[in-house]
Nanobody
Framework: QVRLEESGGGLVQAGGSLRLSCTAS????????IDWYRQTPGKQREFVAT???????NYGDSVKGRFTVSKNNAETAVYLQMTSLKPDDTALYYC??????RGPGTQVTVSS
């Protein structure tokens, strides 16, 4: 089991940007793919983005063109760069490794 942790969330105005990080206490994250999801109370989780160990990426329709997922060369962190944020992006964002381990999440709140 890998203990993942997200950081970088916060309160931002519409149109602003945030960068979320997914780490494992600074250790190398062993993964085939890392997914980012978001969840709001009373709704099903929504797929946001995924990145494979080879750097292949894919995005949910609602964030395409605004969000970018990446990883560092050391494979100790996966990032989610979010731009042109909208109030509808408000959610708890979390990363998940290979469909298994996930972090507790980081809250993103976008004010109008």
């Amino acid at each position: 089991q890998v203990r993942l942790e997200e950081s970088g969330g916060g309160l931002v105005q519409a149109g602003g940007s945030l960068r979320l990080s997914c780490t494992a206490s600074g250790s190398v994250i062993p993964f085939n793919f890392i997914d980012w999801y978001r969840q709001t109370p009373g709704k099903q989780r929504e797929f946001v983005a995924t990145i494979s160990i080879h750097g292949n990426t894919n995005y949910g329709d609602s964030v395409k063109g605004r969000f970018t997922v990446s990883k560092n060369n050391a494979e100790t962190a996966v990032y989610l760069q979010m731009t042109s944020l909208k109030p509808d992006d408000t959610a708890l964002y979390y990363c998940q490794r290979d469909g298994r381990d996930r972090g507790p999440g980081t809250q993103v709140t976008v004010s109008s």
